[in-house]
């Protein structure tokens, strides 16, 4: 008996690894997230990611599955380019219709294998995409200040009146050319916001720190567009001036 269940486990050693070979060996390459949401003529940007940064530019097909003519796909497959750790696809709404979904797996080339999220779903959200726009290009900093931003419906083109209340995500970034004041300044509520049965979203802007300003600085303001798939900015960044403040006594 002894002898038998040593067989057995010898038996057992032998054929594990041949099983995760037959089930894929390698690294794990998966999608960023199990679902997405695509907004009524909108986009939105399906990325996949390796652990490991790749040594060259790695294709990863996919199958797609999905109502035919109703949606793109930009490019037709995820490529992770050399040197970096993730990828992304476009899909964009060309028609879709309330319940649809759009079905994405991946089939990673050898050398790798799907993790947990080697699938995902793309929900279709009848609520239009909306572009924003920050109107003009230069503003001057005065003590809390209010700059606004214009929103319309992407498919509609009509100004976009909210349903709820609503917040437009923004951000202070260096200018470039002139000394950065990014850290000087500070968004009250983390972005633009607007007020249910409104169009505008306000942004209030008010000094970060008590400490006096040297010099005259600049930042530019900008939509954070990546954070809600609903949300496109449209046109570049605007400049703030801040101006320098004279020393304390």
Not at 20 to 34: I, K, Y
Not at 80 to 109: C, H, M, T, Y
Not at 202 to 222: C, N, V, Y
């Amino acid at each position: 008996m002894k002898k038998l269940g040593y067989l057995l486990m010898l038996a057992a050693m032998i054929l594990l690894p041949a099983c995760n070979t037959e089930d894929g060996e390698g690294e794990l390459v998966d999608f960023a997230n199990l679902s997405y949401t695509l907004y009524n003529g909108g986009k939105v940007a399906v990325g996949a990611s390796v652990v490991t940064p790749v040594e060259q530019n790695l294709a990863i097909p996919m199958d797609v599955d999905g109502p035919t003519g109703r949606f793109s796909i930009t490019p037709p497959g995820i490529t992770i380019p050399a040197g970096e750790i993730s990828g992304a696809v476009w899909l964009e709404d060309k028609g879709l219709q309330e319940g649809d979904r759009i079905f994405l797996k991946l089939n990673p080339p050898a050398g790798y294998q799907v993790g947990r999220r080697g699938q995902t779903t793309v929900v279709y959200d009848t609520r239009e995409a909306l572009l924003c726009t920050i109107p003009g290009t230069d503003y001057y900093f005065t003590q809390d200040m209010e700059i606004v931003v214009d929103i319309q419906g992407v498919r509609s083109g009509t100004k976009y009146v909210a349903e709820d209340d609503l917040l437009i995500p923004a951000r202070f970034t260096a200018d470039g050319s002139n000394p950065d004041g990014s850290a000087e300044v500070a968004l009250k509520e983390r972005g633009f916001v607007v007020k249910k049965g409104e169009h505008l979203g306000r942004a209030h802007i008010i000094r970060a720190k008590t400490t006096d300003i040297p010099h005259d600085m600049t930042t530019l303001l900008s939509i954070v567009d990546f954070d809600d798939s609903r949300i496109l900015s449209t046109g570049p960044s605007v400049k703030l001036h801040i101006p320098k403040t004279e020393k304390s006594q």
